[in-house]
């Protein structure tokens, strides 16, 4: 990495102590004995009702609730970001499995919460809430409560399921977590084999030989653990499906929507305009490989760059892409361009290229100190940049709402990821609009025409292969062949059959990790709704002028008090079960492909 006066790598001391001191282990270790009290408590919470104690007790307790959640969400961060800067370091493993040891308690409270709300006729809540301030202003955190009642269990068997899921589903996610980090993936580089982890392997480089070459070998080290990562996605599907069926849930599909606050309409009417509309990308994939020479596109060329022309840098350093990213961030409003500065001048934000880091990226957050963190590897190119303005979009969420109950600072993964490609598009268009030359303005275009292939087919993809996967689940295990044979089928389904024939990557199932987040199903469909929200959101920044940034707010606001398709249409007035939403947004994309085809024929 070029050398930059920014700092590199994130600073964490200051919001708790290190996860290897001993005060840590005193403030763990008290947290750990108020939580156990807490859940105590729990078993006896009154019913519901306007009884003066009654209400005493529940605002009380419900307040202890609120403190002890943005507790575990500050501890939880902590020593994940520790695990992900140093992922062979065994010490921050073993804290990850104990602080998973504490969700039965965090469970046993939820329970009790729900069953107790659910408990409840709808007169009777209404009137408990209007009965005092605290419990109006985070009535909407009660409700939610009580409409998650419905993926309970009974208590006790909800409390059991709670106590095996420590050493059952999740386990399977953490023996995910450790082989993918502990994996290492041997590479040529200026003439000589090295090892690297996942996440430094590039394939975004301007020579396809390296290209090519890294992909083999990704392919080659990810296969050595294919059989164990499928049984770690059969036992994760395996659970939850036995869970569904258990509670007489629909299908497989229930819960995820629940949990994102969303409904099947929704859902559904977004994936039926995807399939309608994204043909047009296929154009783009075909010009794409035509300016590089080839003709066709493989799996390791989606992400190569085009040529960059005599006057543009061959590489973008930390430093500039921090810069572009703060200044891009001013146009669209001065908050959001001095708050970018801030997360990057404090050390939010790590970004170091080294060995032993985890893969991906993520901003998480530490709600009682107002602050978040951001992890990723930052490799010198557009797509880093990119990064860096999805995770600084999330961490701005957070910061808007940071004044809101701590009951109310939740939103659901489908709107978070809304605000974090939200900032995309700004960095996006922004560049795109001060671009002068046509090859700088075409590099632009294939940067933001990637993002729409990774939304709208890879996604899609993961979407058409989980969906299949759990169908087929309802039999019996799937080997790592037939996983493979799925996602091949995904893929060529969802890319139109766009690539080259020797192009596919049937074992993406393997390295894509969010198939195997044990905490929350079908992780990835709210990533193409967040895209498409974005854009539809962007569109309407010129019809609203400068009121449009405190608009924005006002739809982040939301997010964390209001149903998914509440929080839209009482803020923008958009019918997100209606396809004429989702047309909006595939017109961006129609008129970026048009524009790339003209600029570069």
């Known amino acids: 990495m070029s050398e930059t006066t920014y700092p590199l790598t994130w600073e964490l001391d200051s919001l708790f102590d ?42 009380e307790f419900l307040q202890k609730f609120e403190l002890a959640e943005s507790l575990y969400q500050e501890i939880y961060a902590l020593i994940g970001c520790h695990a992900a800067a140093d992922a062979d370091n065994t010490a921050f493993q073993q804290w990850e499995a104990r602080l998973a040891a504490l969700d039965p308690l965090r469970q046993q409270m939820a329970t009790n919460l729900e069953f107790a709300l659910q408990e409840a006729e709808t007169d009777q809540l209404d009137q408990f809430l209007a009965a005092d301030d605290w419990l109006q ?43 993918s980090s502990a994996l290492r993936i041997t590479v040529m580089q200026r003439g000589e084999l090295v090892q690297k982890s996942p996440g430094q392997v590039q394939f975004d480089t301007a020579e396809r030989t390296v290209r090519q070459n890294n992909f083999y070998a990704a392919d080659t080290a990810w296969n050595s653990i294919a059989d164990t990562c499928a049984d770690a996605l059969n036992h994760i599907a395996g659970t939850r499906l036995t869970r569904y069926r258990r509670l007489g849930l629909e299908d497989h599909l229930v819960a995820p929507l629940r949990y994102n606050r969303m409904q099947r309409a929704t859902l559904d009417a977004m994936w039926s305009v995807v399939a309608e509309r994204k043909h047009v990308l296929v154009d783009y994939l075909q010009r794409k490989a035509q300016i590089l020479g080839l003709d066709g596109l493989a799996w390791y060329d989606l992400q190569a760059p085009l040529p960059r022309g005599s006057h543009s840098d061959p590489e973008l350093d930390y430093q500039t892409a921090c810069d572009l990213v703060s200044q891009t961030f001013d146009g669209f409003s001065g908050e959001l361009g001095d708050f970018a500065r801030r997360a990057i001048d404090q050390r939010w934000i790590e970004v170091e290229d080294r060995p032993g880091k985890r893969q991906g990226g993520f901003c998480t957050g530490f709600p009682l100190q107002k602050q978040s963190r951001i992890f990723m590897t930052f490799t010198n190119s557009p797509d880093s940049m990119s990064t860096l303005a999805h995770e600084l979009g999330h961490a701005y969420h957070s910061y808007v709402l940071r004044d809101q109950p701590l009951l109310l600072q939740e939103y659901p993964m489908n709107l978070a990821e809304t605000a974090s490609t939200f900032a995309e598009a700004v960095l996006g268009d922004r560049r795109l ?99 498409l929200l974005s854009l539809g959101v962007y569109a309407l920044s010129g019809d609203l002028g400068d009121e449009f940034p405190d608009q924005y707010k ?27 939403f989702w047309h909006r947004s595939l017109d961006i994309v129609e008129q970026r492909v048009q524009r790339f085809l003209e600029l570069s024929s």
């Open 433 to 531: 609009e001060s671009a002068r030359e046509t090859q700088e303005q075409l590099v632009i275009l294939d940067t933001m025409l990637s993002d729409s292939v990774s939304f709208l087919m890879n996604i899609h993809a993961r979407y058409v292969f989980e969906n299949q996967f759990h169908l087929e689940r309802m039999s019996g295990e799937l080997t790592a062949d037939r996983l493979s044979e799925l996602m091949l089928a995904a893929q060529k389904e969802t890319y139109l059959d766009a690539l080259d024939d020797a192009g596919w990557n049937p074992r993406f199932w393997i390295s894509k990790l969010h198939f195997y987040i044990s905490q929350f199903p079908f992780y990835n469909f709210p990533y193409t709704f967040g895209y």
């Open 554 to 580: 006002r739809l982040l606001l939301a997010t964390g008090c209001q149903q998914t398709e509440d929080a839209v249409q009482s803020t923008l007035g958009y019918d997100l079960t209606d396809g004429d």
């Open 18 to 59: 290190h996860p290897e001191s001993e005060g840590f282990q005193e403030r763990f270790s008290a947290f750990q004995q108020d939580l156990q009290t807490l859940a105590s408590v729990s078993e006896s919470l009154p019913s519901v009702s306007t009884d003066a104690a009654s209400v005493q007790a529940w605002v």
């Open 137 to 179: 202003r985070n009535s909407f955190f009660v409700e939610e409560l009580r409409r998650n009642s419905a993926l309970r269990f009974p208590k006790e068997q909800e409390t059991l399921a709670a106590e095996l899921g420590v050493d059952g589903i999740h386990a399977w996610g953490r023996l995910y977590d450790r082989l």
